[in-house]
């Protein structure tokens, strides 16, 4: 069965910094076909994806996310991470982790993801 659970979220004010964390279990980090999100909802907004990784560390980005954000994963560790800088009032959110089964389709953020964590709300204070 796959786990995941994200820490990290916090307040911080505009152009802070946060780091965030997705530890997952059941499931195979060194597998050639994975592929992990990070996506964020806003109150009165629908998710929207933020970032991809793929298993050969091949990342994508939203547009709001790239030059501020960097996705990426530790193997041994099976842990994913979301480096977050320049954060603005408009980042705030719940960020959520996800996960998709083993498949041979590219990894991108609009991918079917199988498995979610809880997710760990993020507050930008102007």
């Known amino acids: 069965q796959v786990q995941l659970v994200e820490s990290g979220g916090g307040s911080v004010q505009a152009g802070g910094s946060l780091r965030l964390s997705c530890a997952a279990s059941?499931?195979?980090?060194?597998?050639?076909?994975?592929?992990m999100g990070w996506f964020r909802q806003a109150p009165g907004k629908e998710r929207e994806g933020v970032a991809s990784?793929?298993?050969?560390?091949?990342?994508t980005y939203t547009d709001s996310a790239k030059g501020r954000f960097t996705i990426s994963k530790d193997n041994p560790k099976n842990t994913l991470y979301l480096q977050m800088d320049s954060l603005t009032p408009t980042d705030t959110a719940i960020y959520s982790c996800?996960?998709?089964?083993?498949?041979?389709?590219?990894?991108?953020?609009?991918?079917?993801?199988?498995?979610w964590g809880q997710g760990t709300q993020v507050t930008v204070s102007s």
């Open positions: 996800a996960a998709r089964r083993g498949s041979s389709l590219p990894c991108r953020i609009d991918s079917e993801y199988n498995f």
């Open positions: 059941g499931y195979n980090f060194y597998s050639s076909k994975t592929c």
């Open positions: 990784i793929a298993s050969d560390g091949v990342t």
